[in-house]
């Protein structure tokens, strides 16, 4: 149990357009999901956090209007990187938890690497 | 400010050997949870295991262990009997009351046949 679906798993695309990543909750609800960005041996960086009927929080540094976060259901979050360009380039990862305990551990998608020409 | 530091960012070790990964992580919070995830070259981000740092006793699992000493803020990981499939990169990881994870830099492992 506790999967979570993350697509797509790689995108190459043109500067200046926009990409959406999705991200599955596929056998619980979560009513919050985490937005991660990981670039080449870093750790990861925690971008946004995704609340179910709500407006995205986005870490300091983070642009809400560049990366635009949608929470609209328990089981889905999207993250669109809108007109990107090549420093956006980088590894995507979504968490998720199942349940409000905290005790519960957050279960990660399987990332989305982004390529921007 | 709550922070996750791994001071050894890289380490081999011979399979069949026990390695311990070291982590150490600083809060005011007294009510919190701490993970060891593994993200092997696939990149995908394993849970290995967790501990509530209410409970004094350390946390198992299988051939994983830590050694948490709360007063020290300190959370160790010790794999005993080292796996070649235990390769990859190993991030310590803290969250409290807020859900956001903290993780740290990471420690890369190798393990050698």
């Known amino acids: 149990g506790a999967v979570v679906s993350q697509h797509p798993s790689w995108v190459i695309c043109k500067s200046g357009t926009s990409v959406k990543i999705e991200c599955r909750s596929l056998?619980?609800?979560?009513?919050?999901m985490f937005w991660y960005r990981q670039f080449p041996k870093q750790s990861l960086m925690l971008m946004a956090t995704?609340?179910?009927?709500?407006?995205?929080?986005?870490e300091q540094g983070v642009e809400k209007d560049k990366f635009l976060i949608n929470h609209a259901s328990l089981t889905l979050s999207t993250l669109t990187v809108t007109s990107a360009h090549p420093e956006d380039s980088s590894f995507y990862i979504c968490?998720?938890?199942?349940?409000?305990?905290?005790?519960?551990?957050?279960?990660f998608g399987d990332g989305t690497r982004l390529s921007i020409l | 400010a709550q922070t996750v530091t791994q001071s050894q960012p890289e380490m081999s070790v011979q399979e069949a050997e026990t390695v311990t990964l070291s982590c150490t992580y600083d809060?005011?919070?007294?009510?919190?949870?701490l993970f060891w995830y593994k993200q092997p070259p696939s990149r995908q981000m394993i849970l290995v295991i967790r501990?509530?740092?209410?409970?004094?006793q350390n946390a198992t699992e299988n051939r994983f262990s830590v050694n948490f000493q709360k007063a020290a803020k300190s959370f160790s990981l010790k794999i005993s009997d080292s796996q070649l499939g235990d390769t990859a990169m190993y991030f310590c990881?803290?969250?409290?009351?807020?859900?956001?994870?903290?993780f740290g830099k990471g420690t890369r492992l190798h393990i050698l046949p």
């Open positions: 968490s998720a938890r199942n349940g409000a305990d905290g005790n519960q551990p957050q279960h």
């Open positions: 056998d619980f609800q979560a009513t919050t």
């Open positions: 995704s609340n179910e009927g709500s407006k995205a929080t986005y």
């Open positions: 809060t005011s919070e007294s009510n919190y949870y």
């Open positions: 501990q509530e740092a209410y409970k004094q």
């Open positions: 990881a803290f969250t409290s009351r807020d859900d956001k994870i903290i």
